[in-house]
């Protein structure tokens, strides 16, 4: 079985016209969302000791996700962000820059490394704060995917993408030809795989010579809530991804012959559109759940 593990920030989203406060982060949701595909997901990251911080280790225990190697502060705050509705208009907000994930940083120690040896993949990102702990993170060998958000740009491509294998970001709003562009950057620098997400105008992605294209699935009925669909869309291309990536070293490793070059080629184009379709699903899927994977309690007012 595929073992994957995020990284970095835990966060609460509160909806205030709900009264509702949901449990999320990118490296929680990554984790969660693996999780309920059937593959091994496990957490790591610092935790506050706040209510917030309650309700998001209840809901990764409800959901079968380990975080035992996380850190646990005896004071401190969780990350918090609002979701008001204003003149018909969402408006989300970061009240508090991250909280405690922040300001009491994950630290990269030998021993975490030694445990972080144990997975197939390393997911991390800009909001977990350990950029300048990007280079000891993938020291250890296995594959880190690196979610850049909306903070991106050639030289964090520069900095960053060295240490990583595949290089996720958001593109809302941006021409399609500047996206190809910042896709090629972040491989020549270093990245695997580039990928944008772009909202309604779906994924596309970059890998040795190509890019890669995907619509997203068209949704019939209400969509309940889209909080979440991106790091959804991540977490399905990346356990697809690297299940067939671990099935190709399986089935070639102690192979007497070498496969083509042109057929290990067209492994990879296939393995690609097919890990964009599973993240296409996983991302629909996620819309049918209030906040990024529902477990919602009535806000904390203190």
């Known amino acids: 079985m595929l073992r994957v593990i995020g990284v970095g920030d835990n966060f609460v989203d509160r909806y205030w016209d709900e009264g509702i406060m949901y449990p999320g ?41 380990d975080y035992s190697h996380s850190t646990f502060l005896h004071a401190g705050e ?15 907000s970061d009240d508090n820059e991250g909280g405690s994930v922040r300001t009491e940083t994950l630290i990269i120690t030998d021993e975490l490394l030694k445990y972080l040896k144990e997975f197939d993949v390393i997911h991390t990102c800009c909001y977990g704060y350990l950029t300048k702990q990007l280079p000891k993170l993938s020291s250890c060998g296995v594959p880190v995917i690196y979610d850049f958000s909306d903070q991106w740009n050639e030289e964090l491509f520069q900095e960053l993408c060295p240490h990583i294998k595949i290089a996720f970001f958001s593109g809302s709003g941006w021409k399609e030809e500047k996206l190809k562009d910042a896709l090629q950057k972040a491989c020549a620098c270093g990245a695997e795989i580039a990928i944008t997400t772009r909202g309604e105008n779906g994924a596309m992605a970059y890998g040795r010579g190509q890019f890669f294209k995907k619509a997203p ?86």
């Not at 949701?29 to 209840?58: H, K, P, W």
């Not at 990350?79 to 969402?90: Q, V, W």
């Not at 990536?245 to 496969?259: F, N, S």
């Open 217 to 302: 699935y068209r949704i019939e009925g209400n969509i309940l809530d889209t909080m979440g669909a991106g790091d959804a869309f991540l977490t399905g291309f990346t356990v697809a991804y690297y299940s067939g990536k671990k099935l190709y070293r399986e089935m070639t490793g102690d192979a007497a012959i070498e496969l083509a070059s042109e057929d290990s080629g067209d492994f990879f184009k296939q393995l690609v559109e097919y890990a964009m379709h599973v993240g296409n699903l996983r991302a629909w899927k996620s819309c049918g759940t209030k906040g990024a994977f529902g477990m919602g309690v009535p806000i904390n007012k203190k």
């Open 25 to 65: 982060g990118n490296s929680v949701n990554f984790a969660v969302y693996a999780s309920q595909m059937g593959v091994s997901g496990t957490y790591c990251g610092v935790f506050a000791d706040d209510t917030e911080a309650e309700l998001i280790r209840d809901a990764l225990e409800r959901q079968g996700v």
């Open 78 to 92: 969780t990350g918090k962000g609002s979701i008001r509705l204003i003149e018909g208009d969402r408006v989300i």
